[in-house]
């Protein structure tokens, strides 16, 4: 703090501003990377919200809730994950066709057999932020219901969701 004379020849204390300076991420501070994360015998809700944390960048030292500052994720296996208890059975998903009594419900070993990827979106998708920047995020994440993905050339690292805190 320092002391500064204003036209009233009072005395006011002045915060140090140099010191005190916030620093937003933006394009050239943000470095994207892209990981992979095998999807086989995990949870749905804990890969998701795992996934999510990387997908805002809320791992890294630079993370800011308005920017896009996470990384690219490669989901394989989303066929081979799992719920906890009566989840699979008990568990409702819930769309309309918008058109008059176009409710549709379906369970989650339904939704598997059918499209396996929508699970995982569906679980991911809900924990990211319902606005533009939320879109935005959801376009980094790509899923793949098998071991292949077509990613290869942008070199991404294998990390396992368990590890990171």
Not at 116 to 143: S, T, W
Not at 144 to 150: F, L, R, V
Request: hydrophobic share 35%.
């Amino acid at each position: 703090m320092m002391w500064v004379k204003t036209s009233s020849h009072k005395q006011e204390k002045k915060m140090d501003q140099v010191s005190y300076r916030t620093i937003s991420a933006n394009e050239k501070i943000v470095k994207k990377e892209w990981v992979v994360v095998d999807a086989q015998e995990m949870i749905v809700g804990r890969l998701a919200t795992a996934v999510a944390r990387i997908l805002r960048g809320k791992n890294k030292p630079y993370y800011t809730p308005h920017f896009d500052c996470g990384d690219n994720v490669i989901i394989v296996n989303a066929d081979k994950i799992r719920f906890t208890g009566k989840k699979m059975t008990d568990k409702v998903y819930v769309r309309h066709t918008t058109y008059p009594g176009g409710q549709r419900f379906a369970t989650p070993r339904e939704v598997l057999a059918k499209n396996p990827i929508k699970v995982v979106e569906h679980a991911i998708r809900g924990m990211l932020p319902k606005n533009r920047l939320g879109d935005q995020l959801f376009r980094n994440l790509h899923v793949y219901a098998g071991p292949n993905h077509p990613h290869e050339g942008q070199n991404p690292k294998v990390i396992n969701i368990n590890e990171i805190k």
